[in-house]
């Protein structure tokens, strides 16, 4: 089997597909949630000349000719347009060996995945604002929930009252039981970060406090994470093993969380998960949105015995899910916040042409 090209299609909503063709009428496919000048860049300069003619089935060599570079020449690709690549050469496995991914990966350890309800945009909302959104999840039947502040690093300890304010409102409606993570989004200074930690702690349940600071910020990470009784998160924005292996040796999180783009791809994720393992490390992947991106980064953690906790999943930023299930097949949404697996070969895929016609831009 060999590559015969890479092609690159947006979508009128934005989004883009990726489909690597094979010369058996195979075609595996990845999703970009977003036009990408690079990755067109990329693939007229250096993907399609590489890969063309090779057997897509050298995963693993074409992740390193990609991300690490190759020979004398200056090969290497941004992480999510490795991790893109990546994700349609699994595809391509699976389809052409008729297994799914997570087979291909080691085998499930389940195929019910729970989902967390993701809703953001905090910083610019009001509190009760913020409880309709998660309302919205509760009457779809999900269980548990994050809040997304959206600071990012250039409005630093901007509103944290609000903040707390928002946390409160929220865990007052929602049964104790029922789980609640909070994710500053690089917001805050570690002293902001340990103050709002804790009075959320004194609060009501916590079960998870992500990225309170700038994501470079290892160093003040291991501060938060030493000074607070809940779990501590990071990784969303962090690209390859070595990374999190700093991760882990400076800030000592307690839940990692890569994404399967950001992080370069299926088969680096499946590295760093068994880098978290190796340390004990909880799983928590960052990948919020319905479509194959997400088939990808839940097939990864379908393998992970100890991934118990649930996966990230959010509308909104997602086009709306009757396109994704048009598209992608039914299969591809959750039910009652939970998200099965099914025995179709490759990510699971089942990619309608004519709809893929009709929405491209």
Request: no cysteine; aromatic share 10%.
């Given at each position: 089997m060999k590559i015969t090209g890479v092609e690159y299609t947006p979508l009128k909503n934005g989004r883009v597909i990726i489909q690597v063709r094979t010369d058996k009428d195979i075609t595996g496919y990845a999703e970009l949630p977003r036009h990408s000048d690079s990755f067109e860049g990329y693939?007229?300069?250096?993907?399609?000349?590489?890969?063309?003619g090779e057997d897509p089935r050298q995963i693993n060599r074409?992740?390193?000719?990609?991300?690490?570079?190759?020979?004398?020449?200056?090969?290497?690709?941004?992480?999510?347009?490795?991790?893109?690549?990546?994700?349609?050469l699994w595809d391509i496995l699976g389809k052409e060996t008729g297994l799914p991914c997570y087979t291909l990966m080691g085998g499930a350890a389940r195929l019910e995945i729970p989902l967390y309800w993701s809703v953001g945009w905090?910083?610019?909302?009001?509190?009760?604002?913020?409880?309709?959104?998660v309302m919205d999840g509760w009457d779809q039947g999900y269980k548990a929930y994050k809040l997304r502040m959206d600071w990012k690093n250039f409005r630093q300890d901007a509103n944290p009252a609000n903040d707390l304010a928002i946390f409160k409102l929220v865990r007052d409606f929602l049964p104790d039981d029922i789980y609640l993570g909070f994710d500053a989004n690089n917001g805050y200074s570690v002293a902001t970060a340990i103050q709002i930690g804790r009075a959320m702690e004194n609060y009501g349940r916590i079960d998870h406090f992500e990225e309170p600071l700038p994501h470079y910020d290892l160093p003040g990470l291991r501060q938060v994470v030493d000074a607070l009784d809940v779990a501590v998160a990071t990784g969303e924005q962090?690209?390859?093993?070595?990374?999190?292996?700093?991760?882990?040796?400076?800030g000592n999180p307690d839940i990692l969380q890569p994404d399967v783009l950001n992080a370069s791809g299926p088969s680096e994720v499946l590295k760093i998960f068994a880098l978290a393992t190796t340390h004990n490390k909880p799983l928590m992947p960052h990948c919020p949105s319905a479509g194959i991106k997400s088939m990808s980064s839940l097939h990864c953690y379908a393998t992970v015995g100890n991934a118990t906790r649930p996966h990230e999943y959010s509308t909104e930023f997602a086009p709306p899910l009757d396109e994704v299930a048009e598209l992608y097949g039914e299969h591809v949404l959750p039910k009652n916040g939970v998200m099965t697996l099914t025995d179709k070969p490759g990510l699971g895929i089942d990619m309608n042409e004519a709809a893929l016609a009709k929405q491209s831009a």
């Open positions: 693939l007229e300069s250096t993907i399609n000349p590489l890969l063309i074409h992740w390193e000719t990609l991300y690490l570079g190759y020979g004398d020449r200056v090969t290497k690709v941004p992480p999510h347009t490795v991790g893109a690549i990546d994700t349609a905090g910083w610019k909302k009001t509190p009760d604002q913020m409880l309709d959104d962090d690209h390859d093993r070595w990374r999190f292996r700093d991760i882990i040796q400076i």
